[in-house]
């Protein structure tokens, strides 16, 4: 699949947070002002739908997607039974690349991306290298010997990790996932 390589700080400036690790302070220095000539001038008031659509494009900037994938994600979580949008959001976090993120052996969910693709990381023993593959419950992961151990981060519940193995003890709860999106506004995109 493709990814985006364009400048990503203007996405984070386009959604008013930051969507990657470095746009913190850049964010504090220009402020939430979104890119272009006219990113300064007045401001519409934003309708229902432009919210929705903010809250998708968000929702995709941050796990690294693109429409046509983001798409398929959505169309698999209406068909499981229950809650669309936590099923969805479940279906983001558990894609390989984002789960390598979450153990910490990668900073970025792009470094992260890397790593799988570059085919570092191993599934239940299995040399892996497609970053969108979904890891199911009860799964390891493991990083490459040659890699090494990155430092230690604070790791999601529903997450376990010794040195350079990670398992998936569970489904995420909405909790521990990703706070800044609002699956409901996304859900509702899609059902217009």
Not at 151 to 165: N, S
């Amino acid at each position: 699949m493709a990814r985006y390589t364009g400048p990503k700080r203007r996405l984070s400036r386009r959604e008013g947070i930051a969507l990657f690790a470095k746009d913190a302070k850049a964010l504090e220095r220009k402020g939430a002002v979104p890119p272009g000539q006219h990113g300064l001038g007045r401001r519409r008031r934003v309708s229902e739908y432009g919210l929705e659509l903010r809250e998708k494009q968000k929702a995709k900037r941050f796990y690294g997607i693109l429409e046509k994938q983001f798409n398929r994600y959505f169309q698999k979580a209406a068909k499981v039974k229950g809650a669309t949008g936590l099923s969805l959001m479940q279906l983001l976090e558990l894609r390989l690349d984002n789960v390598v993120y979450r153990l910490g052996f990668a900073k970025s969910r792009a470094q992260a991306r890397q790593v799988v693709s570059h085919g570092h990381v191993t599934v239940e023993g299995k040399k892996v290298n497609i970053p969108s593959c979904q890891v199911k419950v009860g799964q390891t992961i493991a990083l490459l010997p040659k890699l090494g151990d990155n430092t230690p981060t604070t790791l999601p519940e529903w997450l376990e990790r010794k040195a350079t193995l990670g398992k998936v003890l569970r489904l995420p709860g909405r909790e521990e996932m990703e706070q800044a999106i609002d699956e409901q506004l996304i859900v509702e995109y899609y059902s217009r």
